[in-house]
């Protein structure tokens, strides 16, 4: 399985950005799947992630900001971000976990999302 991440860029404050994560499979089999994003000097943190039966889970901090989705016709997945603030300039991750308590992670490359103020 291969993650394609998509859709960053150098956005102004306050501005939007939607990021795609594009399965090369269908992403039926995933029981969750997630972006992540590592800041420079920092460790990679979760941002948001939902499971197959569409739960989502947020990072406190982008929590009413950001809006994670599935679109399972297309397999993909979707952040999208508004409201950006300078600090949510990282790299941003995708994954998808196979399995529930013995799993299987996929990532997928990054792609940099850069907020300017």
């Known amino acids: 399985v291969q993650l394609q991440a998509s859709g960053g860029g150098l956005v102004l404050a306050g501005g939007s950005l939607r990021l795609s994560c594009a399965a090369s499979?269908?992403?039926?089999?995933?029981?969750?799947m997630g972006w992540y994003r590592q800041a420079p000097g920092k460790q990679r943190e979760l941002v948001a992630a939902?499971?197959?039966?569409?739960?989502?889970n947020y990072a406190d901090s982008v929590k009413g900001r950001f809006t994670i989705s599935r679109d399972n016709a297309k397999n993909t997945v979707y952040l999208q971000m508004n409201s950006l603030k300078p600090e949510d300039t990282a790299v941003y991750y995708c994954n998808a976990v196979l399995g529930v308590g013995v799993t299987t992670t996929y990532w997928g490359r990054g792609t940099l999302v850069t907020v300017s103020s």
């Open positions: 499979g269908s992403i039926f089999m995933f029981d969750a």
């Open positions: 939902i499971t197959s039966g569409g739960s989502t």
